[in-house]
């Protein structure tokens, strides 16, 4: 690693600070909401070094940081280390009441995608391959995130959302042979839409049927809670969950 634990710290901090707070963080910000022990101009001194390195950019130069597509990416990668999940049992019984007030699998998948985009306030996907069936949830929804005030996002995102449906098994379907979640982050994605972040896994349906489940949203998403929400769900599914059982 090119940086050292504290500036490992402040990235982080910047990282998620600004998902929640939706506006640079300044280091004055840090030393007032965080004890990390050091002068403010040490902290100054380290968020330089983050931007000379490509973790950070200054948007303005009297504003604070925001993370770049590098700083994100470090910040998943060390949330994929940790393999966190969210507490299964609340997302089995709410599976469950599904189960019982649907009574096939496709209004099944359909209403799961709903779910999906409800927790993760993201665009929801899901795709079974066989069928060549596509849901989609949430895109309303999606558009309350800050970024959506400026409309060049909004068609922005729209193309990304066209270019996804039809490209999807040419540009994602190859990545995906694991089960773990696989993340795009800006310029990472193979649509080369540099505003927005992907996370998709593959999993398996009954009937031994190739399924996927997808979250599209700004890079500013609460990357944590997808990423154990898509675990999670796959987790589930790949338990044999179904309802003729």
Known sequence: MDITKRQQKILEIVVRDYIDLVEPISSHHIEKKYDLGVSPATIRNDMKEL???????????????????????????????????????????????????????????????????????????????????????????TFHYPEFEDIRKIHSFLNLVKDFEERFMEEFSHDLESREVKIYIGKESPLHNDDFSILVSKYSFPGDRDGYIALLGPKRMAYDRNISLVNSLVKLLEKGYDKRK
Do not use: C
């Open 51 to 141: 931007i000379e390195k490509g973790y950070l950019t200054q948007p303005h130069t009297s504003a604070g940081r925001i993370p770049t597509d590098k700083g994100y990416r470090y910040f998943v990668n060390k949330l994929l280390k940790r393999k966190r999940a969210l507490e299964s049992r609340d997302l089995a019984r709410q599976m469950k009441i599904l189960e019982k007030r649907i009574d096939n699998e496709v209004k099944f998948l359909r209403e799961l995608t709903g779910f999906l985009a409800g927790l993760s306030s993201s665009l929801a996907y899901s795709y079974l391959s066989k069928e060549d069936l596509f849901w989609k949830e949430g895109l309303e929804e």
